[in-house]
């Protein structure tokens, strides 16, 4: 999520938005959630989403999703990668995904990507790239392609990104 949000960072930044950013990170090390929060716009004083009012919640995997929920409103748009992964105790798949949807409502984008990286890249690491490309396509993330893929260019090194600009390139096609 770290690189992702570098990715949006730079996107937004090339297109000259003001661009503002915070990441609790400390607990991924031990399998924990990252929250990040992202805003842009013409003038970003704080990086903090005001609960109840985001955007769009980024899930690379659908528990991640689902926590993220507490920062959503009625026009909060989801975009969750349908991938879980395994921990002990707490909700399984199942739950997860009916609370989701009644969180979520009309505003779910639960999409395959890692399933999809797997298959047609061999990688399903590449998920988040296929993600964001698909949330661009989407207009869930108002961003320009061209901006995000020179945002890769700069972001990612040079031994991934080939693999990089592949996935989001494949998410325009599904």
Do not use: W
């Amino acid at each position: 999520m770290i690189t992702l949000v570098s990715i949006i960072n730079e996107a937004a930044f090339i297109e000259g938005y003001d661009v503002r950013s915070s990441e609790l990170h400390g607990l991924s090390q031990r399998g924990g959630s990252v929250v990040i929060h992202v805003k842009f716009g013409k003038k970003i004083n704080s990086p903090l989403v005001v609960r109840g009012k985001a955007d769009l919640i980024l899930g690379l995997e659908i528990l991640e999703g689902l926590r993220g929920a507490e920062f959503a409103g009625k026009n909060t748009k989801f975009l969750i990668n349908k991938y879980t992964l395994p921990f002990m105790g707490g909700m399984n798949e199942k739950e997860i995904l009916e609370n989701l949807n009644k969180t979520a409502k009309d505003n779910l984008g639960l999409v395959p990507a890692s399933d999809i990286c797997k298959e047609k890249l061999g990688k399903e690491v590449v998920s988040g790239t296929y993600l964001l490309g698909y949330g661009v396509y989407k207009k869930m993330i108002p961003l320009k392609s061209d901006s995000v893929l020179r945002a890769i260019e700069k972001v990612i090194p040079q031994k991934y990104l080939d693999l990089n600009i592949k996935a989001f390139k494949l998410s325009h096609g599904n």
